[in-house]
């Protein structure tokens, strides 16, 4: 019901900063939940950020948490990533996520997913 398209990757220096963006289609956009997600090569898939529906509030990655932020703006139907102070270690395929529920940390939780933006990050 809802589709998901990721923007802004590339490469970007340690220490640099990056937004990556989410486009989504869908009426009920402001119902669900968005989540960022990330793989890091020979790694599961990890939680990264996540918005609430409805009260907007926001949570974090321990790995992540201080150098990220993420918000939306409903009436555009994106969901933004704001990267700070990357690290090598940031190297990953990111995925926006969606859900019609409370915010998980789970991407099983997840019923939406876009098909990932690479972010490169050199030292």
């Known amino acids: 019901q809802v589709q998901l398209v990721e923007s802004g990757g590339g490469l970007v220096q340690a220490g640099g900063s990056l937004r990556l963006s989410c486009a989504a289609s869908?009426?009920?956009?402001?119902?669900?939940?968005m989540g960022w997600f990330r793989q890091r090569p020979g790694k599961e898939r990890e939680f990264v950020a996540a918005?609430?529906?409805?009260?907007?509030?926001?949570y974090y990655g321990d790995d992540v948490k201080g150098r990220v932020t993420i918000s939306r703006d409903n009436a555009k139907n994106t969901v933004y990533l704001q990267m700070n102070s990357v690290k090598p270690e940031d190297t990953a395929v990111y995925y926006c996520a969606a859900r019609g529920f409370v915010y998980s940390t789970d991407p099983r939780r997840y019923d939406y997913w876009g098909q990932g933006t690479q972010v490169t990050v050199s030292s």
């Open positions: 918005i609430q529906r409805g009260s907007g509030s926001t």
């Open positions: 869908g009426r009920t956009f402001s119902a669900y939940t």
